[in-house]
T-cell receptor, first 111, second 114 residues
């Protein structure tokens, strides 16, 4: 069964303490992998799209990387405003346009 | 503000009832997606429409139905409601068909079934 698994489920960091979130996927073919940020009570907000293994994208303190089996979202020197749930999603080849989301990682940055 | 509008924001109803959730996509976006989010299941894809036509279907129950109108707004109809249908329902839109570009999400409709 096609799956998107994110780990850890929750992560608490001190402000400035860098870390990485993991998204592993088992799909028959990948057309794209997406990262979204979701604040409580809000809809997800787009961060990155990665299309092929080896690709990297950066935005402020966030960097997303992709391998053939997983993606990492690296957070460098996080600030309290980076606290949110980070969602990973995949779009598969030959499977219409169904985008499958993982359950997310709840990130809490302590000041 | 994503530009996607969902109404109502909150809805409380009883088991067995029927509700309609409405979504207006961003101006110019032709694709509309519906997702259900609950605490234990995460974001579950329900259905996608593109320019009025059903494009992809996920784990949408037979009690649920959706449509996209000529003005591109979409409605999700939930009937014979059960306690387990309580969740946040999100609508998202995108410009094109293939889903490879970013999705813009609304703020959701929180449904509580008592």
């Amino acid at each position: 069964e096609d799956q998107v698994t994110q780990s850890p489920e929750a992560l608490r960091l001190q402000e400035g303490e860098s870390s990485s979130l993991n998204c592993s996927y088992t799909v028959s073919g990948l057309r794209g992998l997406f990262w979204y940020r979701q604040d409580p009570g809000k809809g997800p907000e787009f961060l990155f799209t990665l299309y092929s293994a080896g690709e990297e994208k950066e935005k402020e303190r966030l960097k997303a990387t992709l391998t053939k089996k997983e993606s990492f979202l690296h957070i460098t020197a996080p600030k309290p405003e980076d606290s949110a749930t980070y969602l990973c999603a995949v779009l598969q080849t030959n499977r219409d346009d169904k985008i499958i989301f993982g359950k997310g990682t709840r990130l809490h940055i302590l000041p | 503000d994503s530009g996607v509008t969902q109404t109502p924001k909150h809805l409380i109803t009883a088991t067995g009832q029927r509700v309609t959730l409405r979504c207006s996509p961003r101006s110019g976006d032709l694709s509309v997606y519906w997702y259900q989010q609950s605490l234990d299941q995460g974001l579950q894809f329900l259905i996608q429409y593109y320019n009025g036509e059903e494009r992809a279907k996920g784990n949408i129950l037979e009690r649920f139905s959706a449509q996209q109108f000529p003005d591109l707004h979409s409605e999700l109809n939930l009937s014979s409601l059960e306690l387990g249908d309580s969740a946040l329902y999100f609508c998202a839109s995108s410009v094109g068909l293939a889903g490879e570009e970013e999705l813009f999400f609304g703020e959701g409709s929180r449904l509580t079934v008592l």
